[in-house]
């Protein structure tokens, strides 16, 4: 008798632990793993710096990351397919200072074509597109792995910063490229707005778009998906152009935040990106991520700078906690995803 | 006291009350398995009974979570922990899922990690290691380069190396899991000739299959497994028939059913094939076609271009030369099973229903290209339990099902866009006996409705239970064709090239 209600008891503990397992996987698996830790953060951010939760330092933040979080979103694309993109940090400094350049008198540093005001956000993001287009073609029709050929484009789109602008930042280089950088809508940056807009629909993009199952099931097995039929080629290409894309009007966020393009813009940011997309559970193996994990990682970065400065930190030191923050966030989110999962993740 | 003894001197695998669970999947409920010293151990069950979970547990791959493991002289009381270190020297696996290195060549992958090749300092002679692989190919009689890359080898051929690897270690228990599901006849026979000369040396096997007339011909016993249980254990194969076997796997008489004629010469041809040439060293024009209503089988040996041509028509490989058109005003939508489930069949990191989904993305999204979620959960539904994938849920991993399984869900993916013609390359490679009559008639059940089928295979049974016409290609080139009414003997004699 006791030994049947034991193993009656057993059993439904075994029926309890197996949906507390699969409740975890889904938590792990859709992306939710740092939010707790974003929420702890925040608690010991509003007693220790008593300025950390407002209003206003939560826009701030919000603001600050839209940059990161741009090209975070961006680089998840690349990343899905098992591919990467070093050149988007790049186009986050070449693109705003090519239209920066094609704007502004030559007097003011430009180069002299003094293109109408309202083209430069076009030339902005006609330019990062075509980069992106450029990734694409080298990656898919040349065959040639992306690290080297992403690296190669990087170093040159940062020397041809310094060749279009003579070594020099470009200040004020007109609304159509600092407005939406700079404005605000409803009390709030258009630069967060753009971000939150972008990252639901990318998110619904990932989730429930057939582009979206498309990137999943080839950065899994991109031969699965050629003979399911799904056009791979199309598909890769694609993604390095929405990346640059994404990264191109992160550098216009940058460039209106700054109302102007400066030379040295974006540097940086791809290691910033790279670990955003860690953090938030994106493999660097491909097919494993989700936009509402990147979005936490962008978050967590953007947090511990804001804490970080406003418990006034030296500055030499604010990077480099930055940098163990990166290293223990990453850690957490590996062995999350592989307790959950069972599977090594390849990240 | 006196058999006890005779017992123990005899076996050299015992298993007791082994058990291994999966989340909420019990693979193996309490499972006792015994293997004689040199004999030839069938292994036979339904896909998912638990076969692979079983040998895994056995030769340390999974822990078993509980239970008693002896192997020669070592004896291991699990407890879900790793314990395959110990048993190293005594056992060897070759698994369903391939394990080769493809960016290494024939000698690296079969001789790495061997000692026998090494020098001082643990560096490896390469001289030595060519020389000992050209051995080792000539006692196969296998006619492949020692330094050709894996990933180049024909799936038969990986196989082979896969299984000449863990055989040269010189281990008394061999574990061998559906070996024969990616090998051609011929490549079979190699395997078994040194399964028996090993066995004549005291080796003993474990050997799971799905092809149940091979166990008349290597094994010894038989043990059936069903839902992680053992429902036979240990029979001698004499005692036992095939169809026995299977209806004692499947738990349910299982009937070998007949081929069904729907072909109409009239029917519209779906697709053409014109001048194709496979590769710039064919020298002969292939013209072919396929008809709404029919079945038509590619057979012919291993590199005689069958299957280059099923990738042509499917338009995943592009001939040397000549055109694949559709008469039809639009081409049709074509569905593909390709050969090789491992390497471009499955997502592995996928859910089931994600892997189906993706070969019809186009018709389960709608105008805007966004999934139709509900109509996407019950098509998928609907055609896994068509192909019969036995998984927790629709959400598990294809990585974890059993192969079986896997391919059913490959199976199930190629059919998910509707097709008009199927292109099916061994389409039920590692599937069980029951499930392969399923979607056997699963396929005449579509042709009936207008599906146009090319069955590219290697195994008669098949072929001759499916197809109204077959097509023998060899050399790159239409060699014969069988059309209506044809015997099992016309049949082997062409797949073989006697005629
Ligand atoms: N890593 C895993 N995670 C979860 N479930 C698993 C895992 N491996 C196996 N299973 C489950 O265990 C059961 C037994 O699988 P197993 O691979 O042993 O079957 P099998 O008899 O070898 O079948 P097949 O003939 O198809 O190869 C299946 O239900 C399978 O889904
Ligand atoms: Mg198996």
């Known amino acids: 008798m006791s030994n049947l209600s034991n193993s009656l008891k057993a059993s439904k503990r075994s029926i309890e632990q197996s949906r507390l397992s699969t409740l975890g996987r889904a938590f792990v698996a859709g992306g939710y793993t740092m939010y707790p830790v974003l929420l702890i953060l925040g608690i010991i951010g509003a007693i220790v710096a008593p300025r950390f939760a407002t209003t206003v330092n939560f826009i701030n933040i919000l603001e600050q990351v839209s940059v990161l979080g741009l090209t975070t979103i961006g680089l998840t694309f690349v990343v899905l397919i098992g591919r990467l993109d070093l050149s988007l940090e790049g186009i986050v400094g070449f693109a705003p200072m090519l239209a920066a350049v094609t704007l502004v008198p030559a007097a003011a540093g430009g180069i002299g074509i003094e293109l109408p005001a309202w083209t430069g956000l076009f030339v902005a993001l006609g330019t990062a597109g075509l980069i992106g287009f450029f990734n694409g073609f ?210 | 006291m006196g058999p006890k003894i005779m017992d123990s001197t005899q076996s050299i695998v015992e298993m007791r009350s082994v058990r291994k669970t999966f989340g909420s999947t019990r693979a193996l409920q309490g499972v006792d398995f015994t293997v004689k010293r040199g004999e030839v151990h069938a292994l036979v069950g339904r896909n998912g009974a638990g076969k692979s979970t079983l040998v895994s547990t056995l030769s340390g791959l999974t822990p078993a ?242 299957e280059a041509l099923a990738m042509i028509l499917a338009g995943q490989q592009k001939p040397a030369r000549g055109t694949i058109s559709s008469p039809g005003s639009s081409s049709p939508r074509i569905g593909l099973v390709p050969t090789d489930r491992h390497a471009s069949g499955y997502v592995g990191i996928l859910g089931v229903r994600e892997n189906v989904a993706i070969g019809g993305l186009d018709i389960l999204s709608g105008p805007l290209g966004l999934i139709k979620t509900a109509k996407e959960q019950v098509h998928v539904g609907g055609l896994t339990r068509q192909t019969n994938v036995i998984a927790s849920s629709l959400e598990q991993a294809v990585s974890q099902l059993s192969g079986g399984n896997q391919q059913k869900v490959v199976f199930a993916r190629a059919l998910c866009r509707d097709p008009q013609v199927l292109v099916a390359l061994s389409p039920t490679r590692g599937v069980d006996v029951g499930a392969k009559e399923q979607l056997y008639a699963l396929l005449r059940d579509l042709a009936s409705k207008g599906l146009g089928v090319v069955v590219v295979s290697d195994e008669e049974d098949e072929i001759e239970q499916l197809a109204n016409r077959v097509v023998i290609v060899l050399g790159g080139q239409i060699r014969d064709e069988l059309v209506g009414k044809y015997t099992m003997n016309d049949l082997v004699l062409r797949m073989e090239g006697v005629i």
Do not use: C
């Open chain 2, 65 to 306: 979570d509980a239970g008693t493991i002896t192997i020669a002289d070592t004896t291991i009381e699990a407890n879900g922990k790793n314990y395959a270190a110990s048993i190293r020297d005594v056992i060897a696996h070759v698994q369903q899922t391939p394990q080769l290195f493809n960016l290494l060549t024939v000698a690296e992958n079969l001789f790495l990690e061997s000692p026998s090749v090494r020098g001082r300092f643990g560096v490896v002679s390469s001289r030595a290691m060519l020389q000992r692989t050209n051995e080792l190919l000539g006692k196969w009689n296998m006619e492949i380069r020692p330094n050709s890359l894996a990933g180049e080898l024909g799936a038969g051929a990986r196989q082979l190396l896969e299984i000449m690897k863990a055989l040269k270690r010189g281990v008394p228990v061999m574990i061998l899991d559906e070996p024969t599901a990616a090998l051609s006849n011929a490549e079979r026979r190699l395997l078994f000739e040194q399964v028996k000369t090993l066995k004549a040396a005291g080796v003993s096997f474990v050997y799971i299959s799905h092809h149940l007339d091979e166990i008349f011909e290597v094994a010894d016993t038989v043990t059936i497994m069903r839902d992680g249980r053992v429902v036979k254990t240990h029979e001698p194969v004499d005692a036992l028939d095939v169809e026995t076997i299977a209806d004692l796997m499947m738990g349910e008489k299982t009937v070998r059913s007949v081929r069904v004629d729907y072909m109409d010469n009239a029917a519209s041809v779906l697709l053409e094939a014109k001048g194709i040439r496979i590769d710039q060293f064919s020298d002969e024009d292939i013209d072919f076609h396929v008809r709404a209503g029919e079945i038509v089988a590619l057979a012919g040996p291993v590199g005689g271009g069958k």
């Open chain 1, 138 to 347: 080298m990656v898919v029709r040349v065959g040639l792995n992306p690290f080297i050929s992403t690296l190669g484009l990087l170093v040159l789109l940062r020397g041809g910063v310094l060749i279009i602008s003579n070594g020099r930042s470009i200040y004020s280089p007109g609304k159509a490229l600092t407005y939406l950088g700079s404005e605000k809508l409803l009390g709030l940056p258009v630069s967060v707005l753009l971000f939150v807009l972008i990252a639901v629909v990318v998110g619904l993009l990932f989730k429930h778009h057939r582009y979206g199952r498309a990137l999943y099931a080839i950065g899994g097995n991109e031969e699965a998906a050629r003979a399911a039929g799904i056009n791979v080629d199309r598909a890769i290409w694609s993604a390095f152009v929405i990346a640059a894309l994404l990264a191109g009007l992160a550098g216009v966020f940058l460039t209106g935040r700054l109302d102007s393009a400066v030379t040295t813009q974006g540097q940086g940011i791809i290691f910033s990106a790279f670990a955003a997309a860690v953090i938030g559970g994106v493999s660097l193996g491909g097919g494993r991520g989700t936009i509402v994990g990147v979005v936490s990682g962008v978050l967590l970065i953007g947090i511990i700078n804001n804490l970080l400065t406003l418990a006034q930190v030296p500055s030499f030191y604010v990077q480099a906690s930055t940098g163990a923050v990166i290293v223990i966030a990453a850690v957490l989110t590996t062995l999350a995803s592989n307790r959950s999962s069972g599977v090594r993740t390849r990240t």
